[in-house]
T-cell receptor
Framework: GESVGLHLPTLSVQEGDNSIINCAYS??????FIWYKQESGKGPQFIID?????DKRQGQRVTVLLNKTVKHLSLQIAATQPGDSAVYFC?????????FGTGTKLQVIP | GAVVSQHPSRVICKSGTSVKIECRSL??????MFWYRQFPKQSLMLMAT?????????EQGVEKDKFLINHASLTLSTLTVTSAHPEDSSFYIC??????????????FGPGTRLLVL
């Protein structure tokens, strides 16, 4: 079955530095990947997505990189801010069916 | 936009009572809505998937008679926790995906409902 895991359960980053959150997945047939951000006591918030026909996609201050060869996904946050402190989930799926990873807690040090 | 609301945001109830949680897509039609459960410091666990006008599909281990799901329209799904017990206390989160393939993969999440059963 599908397994989705993260390399780092907790990441502490100095404010202003760049953050990199990693995610590994096991199903090579996965074709759609999403990063969500969840702040304490709130529902997940969509950040960015990428399809398997791409290896990089950029948003505002965020970049997602996809390496299908090693089944690895990463989220890069530029100039990390205190408001970026949250748990980040990588979500792997096909049409409508998704699997949530364990989550990585990002702590931004002022 | 893609805004999903949940009501109530927090509920406390006595053991043995039933609790209904509403999930609404406010500015789009949702062909499919999903219900998740999340324990503290854990990931989201999918409970069931519901399509408008049809029966919900429950994940393995989720009791359909315990967690009743009604997807009455393209903008509303409800989850009823029947005869709630303290072990049902959790954070319940719904999500909705937009109509049509190509847009259906992204799920937009509600703010969650904190249930505490005494």
């Amino acid at each position: 079955g599908e397994s989705v895991g993260l390399h780092l359960p907790t990441l502490s980053v100095q404010e202003g530095d760049n953050s990199i959150i990693n995610c590994a997945y096991s199903n090579s047939a996965s074709d759609y990947f999403i990063w969500y951000k969840q702040e304490s006591g709130k529902g997940p918030q969509f950040i960015i997505d990428i399809r398997s026909n791409m290896d990089k996609r950029q948003g505002q201050r965020v970049t997602v990189l996809l390496n299908k060869t090693v089944k690895h996904l990463s989220l890069q946050i530029a100039a990390t801010q205190p408001g970026d402190s949250a748990v980040y989930f990588c979500v792997v799926g096909g049409y409508q069916k998704v699997t949530f990873g364990t989550g990585t807690k990002l702590q931004v040090i002022p | 936009g893609a805004v999903v609301s949940q009501h109530p945001s927090r509920v406390i109830c006595k053991s043995g009572t039933s609790v209904k949680i509403e999930c609404r897509s406010l500015d789009f039609q949702a062909t499919t809505m999903f219900w998740y459960r999340q324990f503290p410091k854990q990931s989201l666990m999918l409970m069931a998937t519901s399509n408008e006008g049809s029966k919900a599909t429950y994940e393995q281990g989720v009791e359909k008679d315990k967690f009743l799901i009604n997807h009455a329209s393209l903008t509303l799904s409800t989850l009823t926790v029947t005869s709630a017990h303290p072990e049902d206390s959790s954070f319940y989160i719904c999500s909705a995906s937009k109509a049509g393939r190509g847009e259906g993969e992204t799920q937009y999440f509600g703010p969650g409902t904190r249930l505490l059963v005494l």
